[in-house]
């Protein structure tokens, strides 16, 4: 177990590589790196005394990048939004009592309070800290800091939303049917983890997948938010036009692969119940975990090819419904030899069968 836990981790460090390096996350540290070398470049020629504050516009080009042009614009407002707030409440101050040793820190606990309305988005933590900024940094000249501070982060964030619009970042669409492509293959394996784990010697001694099952359901979680990013990165994208930058196709493939999802982890709860003999286990009997066995490799190997239309998915489909077939009919027999509930073989040939149809595509299960 613990190696196995050493190999999970390095997987997962490799992934994290992986993705750093992405194409289209390459171009967005290009496009930030642009913005901000742009509007340290414009910021000393700003009129009055914002000139006086030139490193506040790098920092407006930093928040204005987002991914997704609609992201980079709301982020941009949330910001300013976020910005002229807490500078507001400074002002206050400012033109009243002054700062204080009390006056300080109650703008600031204000500030903390109205960023946790929900109002300003990604802004709500500069609401304290501009205020705290105008009345640390500022001091005297408080009235023409804060004049500096905000132009010069709008000034870079002008500058961040120009730079994302001229290099439009590239829909997400492909890189979300990628993870989705990765999550059925995933389960396609788990499904043969269940097939091995039963055939071996009993009980098994492999228990990686009992391990894994509980993650299924996270990353269908991780899933939803990725394609809800891609679906974000195609409004207003000139680059997402035509029917290549659709995602509808994989909204109805991510639901489907969720269903099977939640039956595989019927089944593997339910065969590790019966292995390790916990509260709510019913025997398998031992005629049984070959057929069972068969099957679950068999509608896995369905899962896997994710191409329903072609001849090679009609034959393992099937192959698979063959099998399905075959523990169906050991079932039945000892059902009525034993006398007995076969409730494991029971509970997998249904949720096998169900796999099986869902994998068929939206045109079948609307049949059902």
């Given at each position: 177990m613990k190696t196995s836990s050493v190999r999970t981790r390095r997987s997962g460090i490799a992934l994290s590589l992986r993705e750093a390096v992405l194409p289209a996350r390459l171009l967005f540290v290009a496009k930030t790196t642009l913005a901000a070398g742009l509007a340290w470049t414009i910021a000393p020629h700003m009129p009055g005394v914002t000139d006086e504050y030139p490193y506040y516009a790098p920092l407006g080009a930093l928040v204005s990048m987002y991914p997704t042009l609609m992201g980079s614009v709301r982020s941009s407002l949330q910001t300013l939004f976020g910005l002229a707030t807490g500078i507001g409440l400074a002002t206050l101050v400012v033109l009243t009592i002054g700062p204080t040793w009390w006056t300080v820190p109650l703008i600031i606990g204000i500030g903390v309070l109205l960023s946790g309305t929900g109002w300003f988005g990604v802004g709500r933590e500069y609401v304290p800290m501009a205020a705290l900024f105008v009345l640390a940094v500022g001091g005297q000249d408080a009235e023409d800091f804060s004049l500096g501070y905000l132009t010069q982060m709008a000034v870079g964030v002008v500058i961040g939303l120009l730079i994302n619009v001229v290099i439009a970042p590239a829909p997400l669409t492909g890189e979300a049917e990628a993870r989705v492509r990765a999550f059925r293959e995933q389960l396609a394996q788990h499904l043969h983890d269940i097939g091995s784990a039963v055939s071996e010697s009993w009980p098994p001694e492999h228990e990686q997948w009992a391990d894994d099952a509980a993650s299924l359901a996270d990353t269908t979680a991780i899933l939803r938010a990725a394609l809800a990013e891609a679906d974000e990165s195609r409004l207003g994208n000139p680059r997402a036009r035509g029917p290549r930058g659709e995602t509808q196709h994989i909204?109805?493939?991510?639901?489907?692969?969720?269903?099977?999802?939640?039956?595989?982890?019927?089944?593997?709860?339910?065969?590790?119940?019966?292995?390790?003999?916990?509260?709510?286990?019913?025997?398998?009997?031992?005629?049984?975990?070959?057929?069972?066995?068969?099957?679950?490799?068999?509608?896995a190997d369905v899962i896997a090819r994710g191409e329903p239309s072609s001849s090679e998915s009609h034959r393992e489909r099937g192959e698979a419904a063959r099998a399905i077939r075959l523990l169906l009919e050991q079932v039945d027999d000892r059902t009525l030899d034993v006398r007995r509930t076969m409730g494991p073989g029971v509970l997998t040939a249904m949720h096998l069968r169900r796999i099986l149809i869902l994998s068929a595509g939206p045109a079948k299960t609307d049949d059902e």
């Open positions: 909204h109805d493939e991510l639901a489907a692969l969720d269903r099977i999802a939640h039956l595989i982890r019927d089944i593997s709860d339910a065969t590790a119940d019966t292995i390790w003999d916990r509260p709510a286990a019913m025997p398998l009997d031992p005629v049984l975990p070959e057929p069972l066995s068969a099957a679950c490799h068999a509608v």
